[in-house]
T-cell receptor
Framework: KAGVTQTPRYLIKTRGQQVTLSCSPISGHRSVSWYQQTPGQGLQFLFEYFSETQRNKGNFPGRFSGRQFSNSRSEMNVSTLELGDSALYLC???????????????FGPGTRLTVL | GENVEQHPSTLSVQEGDSAVIKCTYSDSASNYFPWYKQELGKGPQLIIDIRSNMDKRQGQRVTVLLNKTVKHLSLQIAATQPGDSAVYFCAENFGLIFGTGTRLQVFP
């Protein structure tokens, strides 16, 4: 079974631009979560989608948004990029139909975003 | 942001020795605690997890202990190998809040 895939793997943007990252979950998985990883703040939960609905949300500004499609693929968007948005953005999928964390999460390799 | 307190931040051991990583969590309602291994250039990979109805769980060379009374978690890796070198994270609150990470280096 193919793992979680994320595209692109690397991205360079400038301040003020917007960016869209894509995540394809493991086949059959309906929950997709997004995380931001930085050296200073570590791994921070952004949001989780299940059946095209945002089910959980972390403490990030509204510039960070996401969506999930009927095939469970997910995208996250960051508008008006700031230097501090430079990070590794990780996507994780799980089968879970219950509360997030009741099933194992499988992480993708991440998208490395650099904001100049 | 919120993080689970995790220590040590770095740990160096000789091949064959054991490594122990500890976490202190804050949410007494948490009932699922995964541990992840993250190798360079890769996403975190689940190595073992424990639920609050258990106080110990063992895997292949890994053991996790949970003390709900004092909200402590620990991960022990036995007979370490160079391939165990990575960053390890604990997590609480259904995997939404991660520890600060421990960089483990295993020297041959």
């Amino acid at each position: 079974k193919a793992g979680v895939t994320q595209t692109p793997r690397y991205l360079i943007k400038t301040r003020g631009q917007q960016v869209t990252l894509s995540c394809s979950p493991i086949s059959g998985h309906r929950s997709v979560s997004w995380y931001q990883q930085t050296p200073g703040q570590g791994l921070q939960f952004l949001f989780e989608y299940f059946s095209e609905t945002q089910r959980n949300k972390g403490n990030f500004p509204g510039r960070f948004s996401g969506r999930q499609f009927s095939n469970s693929r997910s995208e996250m968007n960051v508008s008006t990029l700031e230097l501090g948005d430079s990070a590794l953005y990780l996507c994780a999928s799980s089968y879970s139909s219950g509360r997030l964390g009741t099933d194992t999460q499988y992480f993708g390799p991440g998208t490395r975003l650099t904001v100049l | 942001g919120e993080n689970v307190e995790q220590h040590p931040s770095t740990l160096s051991v000789q091949e064959g020795d054991s490594a122990v990583i500890k976490c202190t969590y804050s949410d007494s309602a948490s009932n699922y605690f995964p541990w992840y291994k993250q190798e360079l250039g890769k996403g975190p990979q689940l190595i073992i997890d424990i639920r609050s109805n258990m106080d110990k769980r063992q895997g292949q060379r890994v053991t996790v202990l949970l003390n709900k009374t004092v909200k402590h978690l620990s991960l022990q890796i036995a007979a370490t190998q160079p391939g165990d070198s990575a960053v390890y994270f604990c997590a609480e609150n259904f995997g939404l809040i991660f520890g600060t990470g421990t960089r483990l280096q295993v020297f041959p």
